[in-house]
């Protein structure tokens, strides 16, 4: 059997169980955003993603390394023993450290981030405790991220499929009772949608602990490897948070209509519908691709998946086709814009697919300075085709900007993946010729 049969025959199982939670998931998620937009309306449904923006950025910005770091090093270490327990406490720590810094950084900027975009003529569109409840749920988030990671790490894709629907469930039931209830505002349903899956993630923790308690200290060495693979994904994911956050940030900072804000926000959260086979498949492939080492095993595992990448592409042509309908549907027909927003935003996510086995293969060989270059050199791309593109057509050029970027860096990532593979052989022929000699 070849390595590329054992690959599917492990890997299919896994990647169906976590997909299929995740489309439950995103079903969830789906009646959720329909909800939040009927309810709120178009301008005030801006106003709420912008808040959740707010909260993913500040969560996102180190918090996946550390994340990415426990599946790596617990993964290679075959989730059990002495070493995989070192590694998930020594991260937790640094999760919790970092959890603070936010909670105190966010005290320093939410006035200014109030004065830069909810300061409008009309008044102050959202409060500064609304904007403090912002970074809190970021603190938050990365806890339940923990979680998550946890079970990723350990290849237990059966909880982890469990805490994903769980949470997005619990979610769409505090915000439907809101929404029955009349005490549907912008901040209560930011609590409901941002709190409801981290008391998920708490329960899940109470009946079954990720991490066992221990009193000998972590080796130093494993601080060292930990800090020696983070310092560059950090660069990363925080490049990686930014640009796919900051055209939310760039046309609330450029004084556009807040019912076309509420149009593009819309679509953005339509578009996490086909992100879902991104996420999916880089999910349960990290763990695995941080275990192979040979070229032709690395070789293998990217090839293997350019069947899976072409049918994710296939998929998602039926949803570029009917955006316009899925976009009434969700929101109704007073979301005017939404729909060709949504269609444009997706091609870009369609050509973004082949960046999953590639992350994987990039993040489990340790180039993670390599995927930082990219990541730094795609968040420039939004902010100054923003900045250019936004004055002259508004949203429609921010969307523009957002599909090049993404189609443009999943096909780049690819394309380092396989040059890194490639490099690596011919690396180690070179050294393995010196040594020789």
Not at 17 to 34: E, H, P
Not at 48 to 55: A, G
Not at 121 to 144: C, I, K, N, Q, S
Not at 313 to 339: H, M, Q, R, S
Request: hydrophobic share 55%; net charge positive.
């Amino acid at each position: 059997m070849s390595l590329l049969d054992k690959l599917r025959g492990s890997w299919f199982g896994a990647f169906g169980s976590v997909f299929l939670a995740r489309g439950g998931a995103s079903v969830a998620t789906f009646l959720t955003i329909a909800l939040l937009g009927r309810t709120l309306g178009r301008a005030h449904y801006g106003d709420l993603v912008i808040l959740l923006t707010i909260m993913k950025v500040a969560s996102e910005l180190a918090g996946p390394a550390l994340d990415t770091a426990l599946v790596r090093f617990v993964g290679a270490a075959e989730s059990s023993g002495a070493q995989a327990a070192h590694y998930m406490r020594a991260v937790l720590k640094a999760k919790l450290a970092l959890a603070a810094g936010v909670l105190v950084f966010g005290a320093l900027l939410v006035w200014p981030i109030q004065q830069v975009i909810f300061l409008r003529e009309g008044g102050v569109l959202v409060p500064l405790t609304t904007l403090g409840l912002a970074f809190a749920g970021a603190a938050l988030a990365m806890m339940y991220a923990f979680v998550q990671s946890s079970y990723q790490a350990r290849q237990q894709f059966g909880a982890y499929a469990l805490l994903e629907v769980s949470g997005a469930l619990a979610r769409l039931a505090a915000v439907a009772a809101l929404a029955v209830s009349g005490h549907a505002n912008v901040t209560t349903m930011f609590v409901a949608y941002a709190g409801a899956p981290v008391v998920i993630a708490a329960l899940a923790w109470l009946v079954a602990p990720v991490v066992t308690a221990g009193r000998e200290a972590i080796p130093a060495a494993v601080w060292r490897e930990i800090w020696q693979f983070t310092k560059w994904v950090i660069a990363a994911c925080a490049f990686t948070s930014l640009a796919q956050r900051l055209d939310v940030f760039l046309i609330a900072a450029f004084d556009v209509p807040k019912e076309s804000v509420g149009d593009y926000c819309a679509a953005v959260q339509l578009t996490l519908l086909g992100d879902l086979v991104i996420i999916t498949l880089f999910n349960v492939l990290l763990p695995r691709a941080s275990r192979l080492h040979e070229r032709r095993e690395l070789l293998e595992f990217l090839r293997g998946f350019g069947m899976p990448t072409a049918m994710g592409f296939a998929a998602l042509l039926p949803l570029v086709l009917g955006a316009n309908f899925i976009a009434d549907l969700t929101f109704g027909n007073v979301y005017a814009d939404t729909g060709a927003l949504f269609a444009l935003l997706l091609v870009g996510t369609a050509f973004a697919l082949g960046s999953a086995p590639a992350g994987a293969t990039l993040y489990g060989l340790g180039k993670s300075r390599s995927l930082a270059a990219l990541e730094f050199a795609k968040t420039m791309g939004v902010l100054l085709g923003g900045a250019i593109l936004i004055p002259q057509f508004g949203v429609f050029g921010m969307a523009w900007v957002v599909a090049a970027g993404k189609g443009s860096a999943g096909i780049l990532t690819y394309g380092l993946a396989l040059w890194h593979v490639l490099r690596r052989d011919s690396v180690h022929s070179t050294r393995s010729q010196q040594s020789t000699t």
